[in-house]
């Protein structure tokens, strides 16, 4: 027998996450209410709005590219934590290895005038190198990747403030402006910008992101390197009686998603949309928020796009509320209590198990009387 | 020197008060890695605390209620953990990281919203508390002497009598090693891991206000507390989840984060010219490389970080 649609597992996880929204959004504006009473209704749209505040079609397409622009890295981040995740690794290393990509392409555009494709390679090698530390630690050190992650995070933070100081202007913290320094790294725009009101943001990293979901989908899912690593994931000693190398899954594994960390990075900063601020002094929330994505996608990587761009699509809106009750802060805070809910998603799913398998009962139990009713 | 030493000793006491919270949680058989947000949750505590009340008032009084509000904060806020991750069997690395980055934004946010709602001009997240500060110190000579100094020695002393001298102890690192066994002898996992990760909520909020008070008289609460939660797990995991080794690896800790706020007042230093950023990375580094070494012989609970579940043996 088929099942159906509404037991299966996929609209489990979508009504879990919609919950997880639904709930975040409601202890938000509950938070406003007690900030600003008056405000707090039109502040929550505006967050959900984003760039549906503006009037004209045309300045909405811009800013809907703008948003895009900013998904790309975010949705890298997300599978980067995905792809660890999926092996039983939790890399909140994302972060630092999605800053060391910044600190790489920044300085080979901007010191060594490199073009766009070098640039990238660079920046998926350096979010890679610090995968590897965490990989190697992990595996040969016993190290908890988390804590080693978050050492590692700071280090990174550091490490691209200094070496950027050597890249940008004299008067103010940030690097050189892409569009005076670098052209050459810029990413190639391949005219996508003009479907959205001519946007010079919006360049070819856009589509590489998705199609970079989708190639996670299949290595994960469809190939037997994937199947391996999984299986490392699930069981290390099984996989290792099994005769697969542990070891080198777990390593590689992390290096895989350093990459695409590092990638995220150059999708951002390539396109000239943002500067690096060389006293920045926490690490970027891409990665964090890349945790808030992974776990509403339901932990598949085509779930992860359209998360992705909805967090991405409240990070934006925040910018966009009346300053002078609230501020910008109040989507990260969503973001945050959208993760601590997605906690709760494994108990939602069983509860909702339990709920079917309830009702599946009584149903049979009814079917069992009516039939018992006609014999008679 | 004399600088050097005193900035060791308030950051290894912010470090063993926190790193004692996380060994109070492990042994019950949480991870809390939101002792960050923890940190954050129990400064803000102290911080709204000292903002509110009269710098006129009596010392005692005034220090007292800011220990309690960064207790009450940082408690409060790690039921938020207990919920989910005892009674909903949640996933405690989520969950725990969660709650840093919850910690930050809602402190932001509150904060914020405080600071507009005063003056509509001010939309800072800094909190200043240059008056109520004075009164946890006592200077001796050049030496600025802080309160908080004894309040880690007596939590490393109440820390050791309690987890190895008393029946509670015992029992709450029997549910962080092996909590079904536990179970067979009468005793409530439920309840003794709420416990644990209750006092590792109190410990990290005076964590958290301790390092607020360590060197500056204002906070900035976007920034967080710059990853210290997670130095002092890694003081914790080189402690071997013992108080009395956690407090001497905390010294080491502390050391290397004091460098990176005095390496300008020693001569030598200065001389090497090295970049302060260096400084800075310096205590992620050690941490980084004693956990290389100190990880592979890990004496962790044996059950820390799965969810106890009635039905599993």
Redesign the interface.
């Known amino acids: 027998m088929k099942k159906s649609f509404w037991k299966s597992e996929g609209f489990k996880s979508l009504l879990a996450s919609l919950i997880c929204i639904v709930v975040g959004m409601l202890i938000g504006y509950i938070v406003l209410l007690f900030i600003n009473p008056k405000g707090a209704s039109d502040a929550i749209l505006t967050v959900v709005k984003n760039f549906f505040t503006y009037s004209k079609a045309t300045s909405r397409m811009k800013y809907f590219g703008n948003t895009l622009v900013k998904t790309a890295p975010l949705l890298m981040c997300a599978l980067s934590i995905l792809f660890a995740y999926k092996v039983g690794l939790f890399n909140i290393g994302a972060s630092g290895q999605y800053c060391a990509g910044v600190c790489a392409c920044l300085y080979a555009a901007l010191k060594w005038h490199w073009g766009w494709l070098p640039c990238l390679l660079l920046a998926i090698a350096a979010g890679m190198v610090f995968g590897c530390i965490v990989g190697l630690l992990k595996a040969y050190c016993n190290v908890n990747e988390v804590i080693s992650g978050i050492m590692l995070n700071w280090i990174i933070l550091y490490g691209t403030n200094m070496i950027l100081t050597g890249v940008k202007e004299t008067t103010s913290p940030y690097t050189f402006e892409m569009r005076n320094e670098g052209v050459q790294a810029l990413l190639p725009s391949l005219g996508l910008g003009k479907l959205f009101n001519s946007n010079i943001y919006v360049t070819i990293a856009i589509p590489l992101a998705i199609i970079m979901a989708i190639l996670v989908y299949i290595v994960l899912d469809k190939t037997k390197f994937g199947f391996e690593l999984k299986a490392t994931g699930f069981n290390k000693n099984a996989a290792k009686y099994c005769g697969m190398a542990e070891k080198k899954n777990l390593i590689l594994t992390l290096v895989i998603a350093g990459g695409l960390s590092g990638m995220g990075a150059s999708f951002l900063y390539q396109t000239g949309f943002v500067q690096w601020e060389c006293t920045t002094s926490s690490v970027p929330g891409m990665g964090f928020n890349g945790i808030a994505a992974t776990f509403l996608g339901g932990l598949n990587p085509i779930g992860t796009i359209f998360a992705s761009y909805f967090i991405q699509h409240i990070t934006a809106g925040g910018a966009y509320v009346d300053k002078t009750m609230y501020c910008s802060q109040i989507s990260d805070l969503i973001s945050a209590l959208i993760i601590y809910l997605c906690g709760f998603v494994l108990f939602m799913k069983m509860a909702m198990t339990r709920i079917s398998a309830k009702r599946d009962e009584k149903k049979a139990l009814e079917k069992e009387l009516t039939d018992k009713g006609g014999n008679d | 020197m004399l600088l050097l030493i005193q900035y060791t000793l308030i950051f290894s006491s912010v470090l063993t008060l926190v790193a004692l919270g996380g060994c109070f949680s492990e042994h019950s058989g949480v991870i809390n890695?939101g002792l960050e947000g923890i940190m954050v949750m129990g400064g803000l505590g102290g911080a709204l605390a000292m903002r509110y009340l009269n710098p006129a008032m009596p010392g005692f009084f005034l220090v007292i209620i800011v220990l309690l509000c960064a207790i009450a904060f940082g408690a409060l806020y790690s039921s938020?953990l207990a919920v989910?991750?005892i009674n909903?069997?949640?996933?405690q690395?989520?969950?725990g990281?969660?709650?840093n980055?919850?910690g930050?934004?809602?402190a932001?946010?509150i904060v914020?919203?405080i600071n507009?709602?005063a003056n509509?001009d001010d939309?800072s997240?800094t909190i200043q508390y240059i008056e109520p500060k004075k009164k946890f110190l006592v200077n001796i000579g050049s030496f600025e002497f802080n309160w908080f100094m004894v309040i880690a020695v007596l939590a490393v002393v109440a820390a050791y009598l309690i987890l190895y001298k008393t029946r509670f102890g015992l029992r709450l690192m029997a549910c962080g090693e092996h909590p079904q066994a536990a179970d067979s002898v009468g005793i409530n996992v439920f309840k003794m891991r709420w416990s644990g990760v209750l006092i590792s909520g109190v410990l990290g909020g005076l964590g958290g206000i301790c390092y607020l008070l360590a060197g500056v008289s204002e906070w900035k609460f976007?920034?967080?507390v710059?990853?210290f939660g997670?130095?002092a797990?890694?003081v914790m995991?080189f402690g071997q989840w013992k108080p009395t080794r956690i407090a001497l690896s905390a010294l080491l800790f502390g050391a290397f984060r004091a460098l990176s706020n005095v390496y300008f007042g020693f001569e030598f230093l200065r001389g090497l010219n090295i970049?302060g950023?260096?400084y800075?990375?310096m205590p992620?580094?050690i941490?980084?490389v004693v956990?290389?070494?100190s990880?592979?012989h890990?004496r962790a609970p044996k059950s820390e970080g799965i969810p106890y579940d009635k039905s599993q043996r």
Request: net charge neutral; hydrophobic share 55%; aromatic share 8%.
């Open positions: 890695l938020l989910a991750c909903f069997k949640a996933d690395t989520i969950v990281t969660a709650l980055m919850l930050t934004a809602a932001t946010v914020k919203a507009t709602a509509p939309v997240s976007e920034n967080g710059a990853g997670f130095l797990l890694a995991i970049p950023s260096v800075n990375m992620y580094i941490s980084l956990l290389a070494f990880s592979s890990s």
